[in-house]
């Protein structure tokens, strides 16, 4: 694929990502297809309009209050006179966007502050705004209607910012409304800061446009809902050099005093008390929307504790793992050797040390079926690590979850649908290509083709299109030639069959860096530090690759060279990159963890290698790596990968 075609498919999916409606096809060539002056905004809204619309351009259309940190000051000041917080208080911000209420009351010396919103972009941009200060702020992507935190949780919950108001139905309001109500305190508060809707519906702009910065500006139409209760807005950004780059439409719900004070006491909050109006002195000061006149209201929590739990039974896990009585082509005598009983006994020693689970071990898979139906009804849940797939064939990894499946046993880790895509390698780099993921440009080598009819460019890297561990892939692999490429694809097909796919890739030699993911996107996740592959000490004559060599072959020199060391990249590449990630990991449908490795090209854009949605579990692997980095050894690992499983399974 060329890179003007792959450019194309990328402006194709961040604009549907940035809200412009559609692209088509004209002339061959994919273009913009803009709405023009249309007489009912309502008609374009879509009813998820919030999902895509905080992003990087939200940040520059609104930043003459959201990113003004005298406005969001003064702000704070307002929200801790009307509700007298305490600095040891904890603090709920709802709908927090990139953080900028709870950074303030952080630098105001409150120290038990978390954050949930929608947005992941805004939430991953709150998070490494919080690790450059120093700064410890607990961050979630989620949706407010269900929130992840303990029943009586938070003395103080936060709506700020006119965050709320933005579903179709006052149901899915009241919903929020209620999910405060349930983590709040006995004695805890609620504090909004909602449009005034009343003075709205009179005073609204129809139409504005402003300078947001020295390229872009911003266009805005207004009109009110069909149900008279929503203001429908739409935004046109445009570029001076680029033209059109936003097209969106979104709307919010015009909350009166009368309204609100229904909606609170209906869920059960009590002494809800209004503080004025606040307004927003930007320096912009052309057109607030709805920020120009808003409400305080704070309301009060009374209710009983909830009822102390019990003491948390211990759960049984059973551990499923590869069968050590079979062959494995994989490893290299084809059995299991010392080097792997070690890798099994430190996993051991490493669950002992959770207190919470009591695990036993089931790797027999001549009698899998039926020992698994004898542990139904005694064990809470299946730890499935045999990555080695039934009967060690690396094809079947996917039939053990399918077994458990049948049999109505929860397990870790991914379904077998996430495991038949992964093992796909060209599969796996198509739906990367649809998502505007960028992926090493490739060729799919079917038996029949004729390799000297294709017109490639070297470097090249040949790998069998399914499989996983770096199984075919070796430092032969890397072809400069014709020549080096076919002896490259006969080695591969002399041990895989000569009837399965390969694929040949542009050989990228820049950084090889990994990001591993433990829970479950969006709600419960977190993001492990991103590792780097040292080739320094590597002998020259070798190519740059982490193949088998390097993975199973003690005496080979990948092996003794190759390390894993913190990667360094620029902030806003990291977080491109892990954005990406993040978008596949919700995309497959992985769960619980996940590894994804990406590779550097000689002109250093990052590009997307595979997907491992059941990657290497072992104490020296990648994914333990990463997290001794984060701080976490690998009893820590195993067990954020069981919590993350846990609280996935008993939603």
């Known amino acids: 694929m060329t890179n003007q075609k792959r450019q194309q498919l990328t402006d194709i999916h961040n604009d549907k990502m940035e809200g412009i409606e559609t692209l088509k096809k004209k002339n061959g060539k994919m273009v913009r297809n803009h709405i023009g002056p249309t007489p009912d905004l309502e008609k374009h809204l879509k009813p998820d309009w919030w999902k895509r619309i905080f992003n990087s351009m939200y940040l520059k259309t609104d930043a003459d209050v959201v990113e003004d940190k005298s406005i969001t000051a003064q702000e704070v000041g307002l929200f801790i006179e009307s509700l007298n917080l305490g600095q040891e208080d904890s603090v709920l911000d709802l709908a927090c966007g990139q953080g900028r209420h709870l950074f303030e009351l952080?630098?105001?010396?409150?120290?038990?502050?978390?954050?949930?919103?929608?947005?992941?972009?805004?939430?991953?941009?709150?998070?490494?705004?919080?690790?450059?200060?120093?700064?410890?702020?607990?961050?979630?992507?989620?949706?407010?209607?269900?929130?992840?935190?303990?029943?009586?949780?938070?003395?103080?919950?936060?709506?700020?910012?006119?965050?709320?108001?933005?579903?179709?139905?006052?149901?899915?309001?009241?919903?929020?409304?209620?999910?405060?109500?349930r983590v709040l305190k006995p004695?805890?508060?609620?504090?909004?800061?909602?449009?005034?809707?009343?003075?709205?519906k009179v005073n609204y702009v129809q139409r504005s446009w402003e300078w947001i910065d020295k390229k872009h500006f911003v266009c805005r139409e207004r009109s009110l809902a069909s149900d008279n209760e929503r203001l429908v807005s739409r935004e046109v950004v445009t570029n001076i050099e680029k033209g059109v780059v936003?097209?969106?439409?979104?709307?919010?719900?015009?909350?009166?005093?009368?309204?609100?004070?229904?909606?609170?006491?209906?869920v059960?909050?009590?002494?809800?008390?209004?503080?004025?109006?606040?307004?927003?002195?930007?320096?912009?000061?052309?057109?607030?929307?709805?920020?120009?006149?808003?409400?305080?209201?704070?309301?009060?929590?009374?209710?009983?504790?909830?009822?102390?739990?019990?003491?948390?039974?211990?759960?049984?896990?059973?551990?499923?793992?590869?069968?050590?009585?079979?062959?494995?082509i994989i490893k290299p005598d084809e059995v299991f050797d010392d080097d792997d009983f070690n890798t099994i006994n430190q996993l051991k020693v490493a669950l002992s040390k959770l207190g919470d689970y009591k695990f036993s071990y089931l790797n027999n898979h001549a009698t899998l079926s039926a020992d698994l139906m004898k542990i139904k009804g005694k064990t809470d849940f299946v730890f499935n690590l045999c990555d080695e797939g039934f009967n060690n064939e690396a094809i079947k990894e996917l039939h053990i979850p399918a077994l458990l499946e049948v049999l109505k046993l929860p397990y870790t880790g991914s379904n077998p649908q996430n495991l038949a895509y992964c093992y796909d390698k060209s599969l796996i780099r198509g739906i990367a290509n649809e998502m505007g993921v960028p992926v090493a440009d490739a060729f799919f080598i079917k038996p029949e083709d004729n390799l000297f009819e294709i017109n490639i460019s070297f470097p090249v890297i040949a790998k069998p299109n399914f499989g996983d561990s770096s199984f075919g892939i070796t430092q032969k692999s890397v072809a400069a030639n014709i020549e080096e490429l076919s002896e490259a694809i006969l080695k591969i097909r002399q041990q895989f069959g000569y009837g399965k796919p390969i694929l040949v890739e542009e050989f990228l030699t820049g950084a090889e860096i990994s990001v591993g993911i433990i829970g479950n996107v969006p709600e419960d996740y977190m993001v492990l530090p991103v590792?780097?592959?040292?080739?320094?000490?590597?002998?020259?004559?070798?190519?740059?690759?982490?193949?088998?060599?390097?993975?199973?072959?003690?005496?080979?020199?990948?092996?003794?060279?190759?390390?894993?060391?913190?990667?360094?990249?620029?902030?806003?590449?990291?977080?491109?990159?892990?954005?990406?990630?993040?978008?596949?990991?919700?995309?497959?449908?992985?769960?619980?963890?996940?590894?994804?490795?990406?590779?550097?090209?000689?002109?250093?854009q990052p590009k997307l290698l595979e997907v491992n949605p059941n990657p290497g579990w072992c104490w020296d692997g990648h994914l333990a790596k990463m997290a001794h980095i984060g701080g976490k050894d690998y009893s820590g690992m195993l067990d954020a990968i069981l919590k993350a499983a846990e609280r996935r399974i008993t939603i």
């Not at 929608?118 to 998070?127: E, F, M, T």
């Not at 004695?187 to 709205?200: F, T």
């Not at 439409?249 to 229904?262: K, V």
Request: charged share 30%; with cysteine.
């Open 246 to 266: 936003v097209d969106q439409f979104y709307a919010e719900r015009l909350y009166t005093r009368q309204s609100l004070n229904q909606l609170i006491n209906l």
């Open 268 to 328: 059960g909050f009590k002494q809800l008390e209004f503080h004025g109006q606040i307004g927003s002195a930007s320096q912009r000061n052309q057109d607030l929307g709805m920020m120009e006149r808003r409400m305080i209201l704070t309301a009060h929590v009374i209710k009983e504790w909830s009822p102390k739990k019990l003491k948390k039974a211990v759960k049984n896990i059973v551990v499923l793992m590869g069968d050590p009585s079979l062959n494995d």
């Open 106 to 181: 952080a630098r105001r010396g409150f120290k038990n502050l978390s954050g949930l919103d929608r947005s992941r972009y805004l939430i991953q941009k709150a998070r490494t705004r919080s690790k450059l200060e120093g700064v410890s702020i607990a961050f979630k992507e989620g949706d407010a209607r269900k929130l992840p935190f303990p029943t009586d949780t938070f003395d103080c919950v936060t709506i700020l910012g006119n965050s709320f108001g933005y579903f179709e139905s006052t149901d899915d309001d009241q919903k929020i409304l209620k999910e405060v109500f």
């Open 531 to 604: 590792i780097e592959e040292d080739y320094s000490d590597l002998p020259d004559d070798l190519p740059r690759i982490c193949g088998y060599e390097a993975k199973w072959l003690p005496g080979s020199p990948y092996f003794k060279a190759l390390k894993s060391v913190p990667a360094n990249l620029p902030r806003e590449m990291e977080s491109t990159i892990v954005s990406d990630c993040l978008k596949l990991f919700e995309r497959l449908e992985c769960r619980d963890y996940c590894r994804f490795d990406w590779r550097f090209d000689q002109h250093g």
């Open 187 to 200: 004695g805890g508060q609620l504090l909004m800061d909602v449009a005034d809707g009343e003075w709205l």
